[in-house]
């Protein structure tokens, strides 16, 4: 991401340090990561140090330190989905991609991640790919479903 | 547009919109919360659109994209007006038939009616179907009547009334002796009334003041405040502004969880959209009132729920809770005198202002006055969001509004509350919900989620499920949380699996005393809650994992076991194609056995056995029976011929 | 400056007004064990050892005198069997992480705190946070910090930040009460500098 675009995002938060959340979740949904030349340019320009910025952004998980795969896979943890067996759905996926949540694969193919509730309660066990809401997943049909993505 | 300069101006407006709305006229509304676009709605609104416009009927049939109705397990979700037809589970293929039988024939299609499921009726009406019939929707109903995104739908169903009234008709004191007298109490989980909390922000001497809605909506498995936001954020925006009025504050912010996009959206929308009408900003409706309101995302933090960790949030420093003593309505944000309600206790305003205290107070309890909405989810039939009036019970709201349990399976429990929360047992159904009555019995209120459990839910992995989402969850700053949670982790998932020892239900409860004592925010003080409520009522189970290392509800997988019941498997091999361990040793006629050495527990054997056969049972606590002899495992069949 | 009075069992104390209890109770003498606490450094609230007991005529609140305003009138109690099975966890649960710690096996004698009680973990920091506030607020140097948070927190030197704000004054170094920060110091310096066999071949 260029450092230009980074500037821009700041002014249109009027460049203030109480706006740095806000800032970072612009280049983060743009970017898909936070590289590590965008945190040490909104340090600069925010007026905060790098350390605070750093634990921001490892505190929140909206942020991602590293690049993200192709496809974002979300599976939700929340208490519905728990109670209807969302742990099995999330060891089978973590079987069939190779990684577990925070992770992405070496091919930069999938991400995985858990979530703490998409509020598709009635849907449960829920898996988001891409904004895809793939509802009443069993753990067999986890296969079928990750078939389907590059 | 121009802003409206008077409430008199307001009215003459809102006359005007009405009366060039026909009420007779035929509307088709969808519900396109984000539930229901998870379901498919936006593909049915889509159709909608093209099939109107396919049959010439633009002009004669509008269609209005509204907020959350509720009943999230039968999404899609339709209402045609003026009849009030509402279907259930649409495709977009039903589209083209819904618009020729129904709008144009005024012919009711029996298959997408909701079928009453004792008497098998079909019910038409949306009031008259159960789950809505036994709610009191208050504050969510009218999700129904509006499109989010259009602020003169808010308007024609008597929309910014209260903030006219308030401004104009009632000094800044007398708003707030209102909402004392209603006995709003925060709708977030904390309970605290409503009115106490801005008494003392007005009275704090300082000239700045900031109000906040709590739209972080962490607790997994509530999105109720989701629902309203994106539903009907005007509601909301009207309440702050009326709260903003009472304690002098010109600046507020919403803090809506970045996870909640639609939300994010609406309610930039709803703000641009008051402003330009003259709602929000400069010298509101003519009073001389100034206030603006910003949006501010929220990162994925849990803990920055909390009110003091969200203030800090605001000051875009990593959100953890203060450890000071202070009441952050006296010093808050930047250190002003900060009102934050949340989203829910906002949208209840504007009804205390129109309607007054008198009539909100006959809603409710004694302590608890007026309604709430629940996230009624987890094991049963009618998952969505409820409004009930305080004092319902437990049983009505699980058994009359949400049908009561799938599958034919037992009620077990239900949790409240979220990771705050606590577990009620079937003894405790009678139970009035309300803030008291739901602390006393060992949980809380808490935002509303509301999560209903059956017999196969083992209730030592509900409450080692919570506490693992408190360890990711916690701030991690003070030790009783940070370092209790962690051992309670530990402990919890080795009596999960098996592990367990004598001795460890008293240390789990001698550090649940201590996190309740001395950690330094709520997360961590309610954070043995879900542990202390399932000792409390399911002692036993606990004992059993510890003492005889079996699981009662069959569902810790390092101490269950799969097992084919011989003299019911009829060599199938379903399960055997099925199994991704290919643990499955069997043939055609030739009875399936499960090798226990591959056998990774993921249960899909246990899925796809066909339910005549049921001949895979899950055992935990004894031995695997051997495998019978070779011999014995060819099946016979007998032949027609006999 | 008002002056206000308050009993530290049973003391009459006389504090100055916008002080804390513990200042209070430091000033008069009376011991309350601490972790996380630093005159130059704003109260941490963290490690939670100083807390106390404050009687009302019909009941007993518990809060943090680190940072508990005096009041005219408080009726303080620094020990009771309640705040010292409390000062008891709090310590067995640090014990965990740092069971050779000087600090905590003092304080674990007074109160009892058996270091077996859980099982060893792998970090020694106990996440009293002095190194980190004392660098940001004294120094001014931000160059240790807090990373993630709930129970996989950590505080760390990340290697780019604190090669370029690092002063090695080794302030910090006395602050630790387990010696984590040290060895993170030296970790994170070997990773960042060149032992003379490694310097790259200058061009001759």
Known sequence: MDTARIDQIIDEHQGEGSSLIQVLLAIQSENHWLPKEALERVSQKLQVPLVRIQHVATFYKAFSLVPKGRHEIHICMGTACHVRGAMRVLETVQDLTGIKPGETDLDLKFSLETVNCLGCCALGPVMEIDGKTHGKMAPGESADVLKNYE | MSPINSPAELEEFRKGIRSQRDLNKPCITLCSGSACHATGSREVAASIEEEIKKQGLSAEVDVRKTGCHGFCERGPIIVIHPEEICYFQIKPEDVPEIVSRTIREKQVIERLLYTDPDTGAKIIHESEIPFYKNQERLVFGSNGSIDPKCIDDYLAIGGYAALAKALAGMTPVQVIEEVKKSNLRGRGGGGFPAGRKWEGSRNAPDEIKYVIVNADEGDPGAYMDRSLLEGNPHAVLEGLIIGAYAIGSHEGYVYVRQEYPLAVENVNIAIKQAEAYGLLGQNILGSGFDFTVKVHKGAGAFVSGESTALMTALEGRVGEPRPKYIRSNIKGLWGKPSVLNNVETWANVPLIINKGADWFTQFGTDGSKGTKIFSLVGKITNTGLVEVPMGMTLKDIIYDIGGGIPGGKKFKAVQTGGPSGGCLPEELLDLKVGFDELTRAGSMMGSGGMIVMDEDTCMVDVARYFIEFLTDESCGKCVPCREGLRQMLEKLTNITEGKGKEGDIELLEEISEVAKEASLCALGTSAPNPFLSTVRYFRDEYEAHIKEKRCPALSCKELISYHIDTAKCQACMICLRKCPADAVDGGKKKIHIIDQEKCTKCGTCFEVCPSSFNAVKKISGEAVPPPIPEEERMIIRKSKAQ | ?204
């Not at chain 3, 973990?121 to 990373?147: M, P, Q, T, W």
């Not at chain 3, 630790?176 to 960042?192: D, F, I, M, N, V």
């Open chain 3, 1 to 204: 400056m008002t002056e206000i009075r308050l009993q530290i069992d049973g003391k009459e104390v006389v504090a100055k007004e916008g002080m804390t209890v513990l200042e209070a109770a430091q000033s008069a003498g009376v011991p309350i064990p601490t972790l996380c606490h630093h005159e130059k450094l704003e109260p941490y609230g963290g490690c939670r050892l100083c807390i106390v007991e404050l009687e009302f005529r019909d009941w007993t609140r518990r809060v943090v005198s680190c940072v508990y305003p005096v009041e005219e009138n408080l009726v303080v109690r620094t020990r009771s069997e309640k705040i010292d099975k409390i000062r008891k966890m709090i310590l067995e649960l640090l014990l965990a992480h740092a069971p050779d710690s000087p600090e905590l096996r003092d304080l674990a004698q007074v109160y009892g705190a058996d270091r077996n009680r859980f099982e060893k973990e792998a970090s020694f920091c106990i996440h009293c946070g002095l190194c980190v506030r004392y660098c940001d607020e004294v120094k001014k140097k931000n160059a240790v910090g807090f990373v993630d948070r709930g129970i996989r927190k950590e505080i760390s030197f990340i290697p780019e930040i604190a090669s370029k704000e690092c002063w090695n004054c080794k302030e910090c170094f006395p602050l630790c009460p387990t010696e984590a920060l040290q060895a993170a110091y030296l970790l994170t310096h070997s990773l960042t500098s060149h032992p003379p066999s490694l310097e790259p071949p200058s061009d001759k």
